[in-house]
């Protein structure tokens, strides 16, 4: 009878939906903490929590608390008119990420357009006061955006802009971490750098620091922006609020989202009160951003990170965990790297086949985790991690890995998102 309720989800999208998604044939109906439950009533580890939104875990009481509250006041009201939640979370969001200026959307890829569009209309003003600037932009190899127009333009995978050709022009690929081709594609042709300070889809990838400081002095020398995606590397998971307050840089745009409102969508673009100088009425909007229920919610997430010291939790578990990694990387010689920062970790192996193994292997051990970029397993658990589920996963890994050697690494169903 269970069965058939999955088989029957699964029969009436393959129906109704755009096929856009290679779902795993599970089907969950709640969660509790680290863990989601399927509808058998199976626990699932989960260690990539929606992809880096629930931070939070699941079934936190504040969330449902702020959730119920606000509900029952106030859902939505337009961008006309005034309610209390965007200044109560611009305030929030501006002081941790030492930004002076918010705008509210729905999602990451919205925050990214509205970083680009800041980026020309800043770029057009500074035009206008005599400045010689123009309005390519420099994005990075491996990077990942987001899907709309925009977005999709800055993504280096082919794969996401190929079928949509043409993009938006103006765009051109730096090698990741290459000063010298940062330098070479650098010009007053360009009106902004776009980077992640730790790349998420493209494989978790850190940047350097010689790279940012060089994005952020090229930049600065000509008035041109630099943008800091931290949709995925943001909001606390890598210890800090910001990945980039990690380098000690300071970028003039940035953009939010995934945890931000505790699994409701939510957007939001942060930039300096110089950047804010390019936007004046009516040149941007949205009609659900900043609704005052994801405000509402967004505040308590932030407060619920900060009362049970969230950040000090993903340094603290992510340091352990990436230990770990590593400790089994001494074990298995087919993990060829481990990487990444507090709650934002990689293993990479050396075969794509291998990777989707241990992904379908994991899951029938009931642990959830992701492979991107085809042999790079990711790692993005909620923010209330402990040790003892760091190793509970280590030992899954640990037998699997044993395991493929055994058998050479035959594979099995292939198991791959991105996002
Ligand atoms: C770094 C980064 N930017 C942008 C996006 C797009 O966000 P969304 O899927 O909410 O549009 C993602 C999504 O995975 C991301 O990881």
């Known amino acids: 009878m269970k069965l058939t309720k999955l088989k029957e989800i699964q029969a009436a999208e393959t129906r109704l939906l755009l096929p856009t998604y290679a779902r795993n044939p599970l089907l969950f109906e709640r969660g509790k903490g680290v863990h989601i439950i399927d509808e058998q009533g199976e626990r699932y580890l989960d260690l990539l929590s929606g992809i880096g939104v629930n931070a939070l875990g699941y079934g936190n009481p504040v969330i449902e608390a702020a959730i119920a509250k606000q509900s029952r006041t106030l859902i939505h009201t337009s961008n006309l008119y005034f309610h209390a939640g965007q200044a109560a979370l611009a305030l929030r969001l501006t002081e941790r990420a030492g930004m002076d200026r918010a705008f509210f959307c729905n999602s990451g890829t919205e925050a990214w357009e509205c970083a680009l569009k800041l980026a020309r209309a800043h770029a057009g003003l500074l035009r206008s006061e005599g400045k010689q600037i123009g309005t390519k932009f420099l994005a990075l190899e491996q990077s990942f955006h987001g899907r709309t127009f925009g977005a999709m333009a800055t993504t280096y995978k082919a794969k996401y802009r190929d079928p949509f050709e ?28 776009l980077v992640e300070a730790i790349q998420g889809e493209g494989g978790v990838n850190p940047a350097t620091q010689e790279f940012l400081d060089e994005a952020r002095r090229l930049a600065s020398s000509t008035g041109a922006l630099l943008i800091a995606d931290e949709i995925q590397c943001g909001m606390g998971r890598t210890g800090k609020w910001c990945a980039y307050q990690h380098y000690g840089i300071h970028p003039d745009v940035t953009t939010l989202a995934k945890p931000l409102a505790g699994g409701l969508p939510m957007g939001a673009t942060l930039c300096t009160e110089e950047v804010a100088r390019a936007f004046h009425n009516g040149m941007h909007g949205s009609t659900f951003g900043g609704g005052p229920l994801a405000c509402a919610v967004a505040c308590a997430v932030i407060d619920e990170i900060e009362k049970e010291h969230l950040l000090a939790n993903a340094t603290a578990v992510g340091d352990y965990f990436k230990s770990q990694l590593s400790a089994l990387a001494q074990r298995h010689e087919q993990i060829v790297d481990v ?31 992701n492979c991107t970029s085809g042999t790079v397993l ?15 996963a280590i030992a899954a890994l640990d037998e699997i890995l044993t395991e493929c050697a055994a058998s050479n690494g035959a594979p099995t169903a292939a198991y791959a998102a991105e996002g």
């Open 339 to 369: 990487r990444g920062m507090g709650l934002m970790l990689a293993a990479e192996v050396n075969s794509a086949e291998l990777a989707n193994r241990i992904v379908a292997e994991m899951l029938k051990r009931r642990i959830l985790i």
């Open 378 to 392: 990711r790692f993005l658990p909620p923010y209330i991690l402990k040790r003892e589920h760091v190793d509970i």
């Open 166 to 193: 043409p993009v938006m022009p103006g765009v051109e690929f730096v090698r990741f971490n290459d000063v010298a081709d940062l330098r070479a594609k650098f010009s007053s042709e360009i009106c902004a750098i």
